[in-house]
């Protein structure tokens, strides 16, 4: 299961339909889920929010549910499908939940800058 289909099934609607309305998908994106790669290569050259703190992200609200389903599941190794620039393995790492992290994408703009700001981590 991906990770966009984990948040899928853990947010309230409201609040699934906020998050599309903050990270401007479409409806295309929406039933699809996914964009070519050059598509996310362009983003993370473009968008400044890839590059910010991981605390001023639009996501942060739901990676720190996240961080809590991994403390609740005694989860001690994360494999994420769609990385991007690392920010939710930087808030995984600075939370100090997991052991092992493995980050992948087909973006490689987003796994260079991945690499860049979290040189301890394998992406």
Request: net charge neutral; aromatic share 12%.
């Amino acid at each position: 299961m991906n990770l966009k289909l984990i948040v899928k099934n853990m947010l309230p609607a409201s609040l699934l339909r906020q998050l599309i309305s903050l990270t401007g998908m479409t409806s295309d994106t929406q039933s699809s889920g996914q964009q070519e790669a050059s598509y996310y290569d362009k983003a993370f050259d473009t968008v400044d929010s890839f590059r910010f703190h991981y605390t001023h992200s639009p996501y942060y609200m739901i990676w720190t549910v996240i961080i809590d389903r991994l403390r609740q599941s005694g989860a001690r190794k994360v494999l994420e499908i769609g990385c991007g620039a690392g920010q939710l393995a930087s808030t995984i790492r600075d939370a100090e939940v997991i052991e092992d992290y493995f980050g992948f994408d087909f973006s490689s703009k987003g796994i260079e800058q991945a690499r860049v700001s979290l040189s301890t981590i394998l992406f």
